[in-house]
């Protein structure tokens, strides 16, 4: 019962260096999202995605891109990485609330992805 | 700017007291869900709340929505170690739109035995 999985749990790049963020969900869900944490912020929305081939910009979506190719897979992607980039990223996915699934607009989190940027 | 904002930020309690968040904002939102973190995981979804004065009750929690729909609380009976966490409010906008979130800051919660 995998849920929601992302792929590096740890990452340290060096300023400048890129790299991505992989979430994976196995719930057949729509909307995917990413997250990023950071203390006293809570929770801030970089980009989401209301289906395959579909993305769309949240709160803090500078400095970063997504792809959303195959409906189970939502990429992040980081060109150049500075040190406000120093996060726990997290990825949620949720189904259509019009579903009429028993969970239908709940947020599903995998368990973060902690990037830091020297 | 956070649109949405909790009070307060930390909370350190003993085992058997009563407590209660809050989280305000300016907006409406068309529901206001409640999640609850720990250390190295993501949040979980305690409730969801999605008419204006709106009542849940979850065992010793009990979480309310504002008339007006830009606010709620939540109020724990009785705190036990186990309800330790960092506790996340999220108001998702627009009416009929459930795609985009907007969290709080958060409330860490603390409860000593």
């Known amino acids: 019962n995998a849920g929601v999985t992302q792929t590096p749990k740890f990452r340290v790049l060096k300023t400048g260096q890129s790299m991505t963020l992989l979430c994976a969900q196995d719930m057949n869900h729509e909307y995917m999202y990413w997250y990023r944490q950071d203390p006293g912020m809570g929770l801030r929305l970089i980009h989401y995605s209301v289906g395959e081939g579909t993305t769309a910009k949240g709160e803090v979506p500078d400095g970063y891109n997504v792809s959303r190719l195959k409906k189970q897979n939502f990429l992040l992607g980081l060109e150049s990485a500075a040190p406000s980039q120093t996060s726990v990223y997290f990825c949620a996915s949720s189904d259509d609330p019009h579903s009429g699934s028993s969970s239908a607009g709940e947020l599903f989190f995998g368990e973060g992805s902690r990037l830091t940027v020297l | 700017t956070q649109l949405l904002e909790q009070s307060p930020q930390f909370l350190s309690i003993q085992e058997g007291e009563n407590l209660t968040v809050y989280c305000n904002s300016s907006s409406v939102f068309s529901s206001l869900q409640w999640y609850r973190q720990e250390p190295g995981e993501g949040p979980v979804l305690l409730v969801t709340?999605?008419?204006?004065?709106e009542v849940k009750k979850l065992k010793r929690l009990t979480f309310q929505f504002g008339d007006a729909r830009k606010d709620s609380s939540l109020h724990i009976t009785a705190a036990q170690p186990g309800d330790t966490g960092l506790y996340l409010c999220a108001g998702a906008e627009g009416r009929y739109n459930f795609n985009k979130f907007y969290f709080g800051s958060g409330t860490k919660l603390n409860v000593k035995p």
């Open positions: 709340v999605v008419t204006g004065g």
